[in-house]
């Protein structure tokens, strides 16, 4: 099966998903969007109004400021995959609960799996705090290169806490630009053949 035909397989299971309470209150889960053979993936936190309207991720404000920033450094979506850690919004925006990522946090390494990024950006605190395993300050670690086994983690702020803080807007943007190098060098080392049985599935 290509990596294609995998993520529908999956993104079904997800649409018809009723593993925790944000199943009753979604209009339709978010599975993710992008180039399945992409060598990075965004992860953020989770699906917002016009997202769980559209069954699409990062369509409102903070997707129109994810596509200004990946513009200024030359990329588009269509190179990139996007994901959320939870598939379902919230009830009114609020953070997803530690219980919620738990259960939900199977499809989203499932995605890891089938994709096999070499870089994973997370936006915001929720995802960097998952795939890193720890609960590690982003204030302290954005723009920080994580090098892992499986793939190397950049944290980034999400874009929404940018536009509701201004102040973070500005090592935002530049954590951008310096992804624009950490990129350049991505596109000069051969991908690695990763092991599926490292990453810890359903
Ligand atoms: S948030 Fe995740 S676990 Fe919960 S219902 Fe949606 S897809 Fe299932």
Redesign the pocket.
């Known amino acids: 099966m290509s990596k294609k035909e995998e993520l529908q397989k999956l993104k079904e299971e ?1 649409e018809s ?7 009753l209150s ?1 209009t339709q ?1 978010v599975f993710g969007m992008g180039n399945p053979e992409s060598r990075i993936l965004f992860v953020g936190e ?1 699906p917002g109004y016009y997202e769980d309207l559209q069954g699409l991720p990062f369509v409102g404000q903070a997707g129109k400021l994810l596509d200004k920033l990946l513009g200024e450094i030359g990329f588009s979506r269509k190179e990139i995959y996007i994901a959320n850690v ?3 919004r919230p009830p009114k925006n609020r953070d997803p609960l530690p219980q ?1 990522i738990e ?2 946090k199977p ?1 989203l390494l499932k995605q890891i799996e089938i994709i096999q990024p070499s870089l994973v950006c997370t936006l915001g605190r929720f995802a960097l705090h998952l795939l890193y395993g720890k609960k590690i300050p982003i204030s302290k670690f954005h723009g920080k290169v994580l090098p892992g086994d499986i793939f190397t983690i950049y944290p980034l702020f999400h874009p929404a806490a940018a536009l509701h803080q201004p102040a973070l807007y500005t090592p935002l943007r530049e954590d951008f630009l310096n992804l624009a190098k950490i990129l350049k060098e991505l596109k000069s080392t051969p991908p690695v053949e990763k092991k599926p049985t490292q990453i810890t599935l359903f």
Not at 17 to 23: D, I, P, T
């Open positions: 997800v998903c009723s593993r925790c309470a944000l199943h979604r889960a989770a939870l598939k379902c919620e259960i939900c499809y």
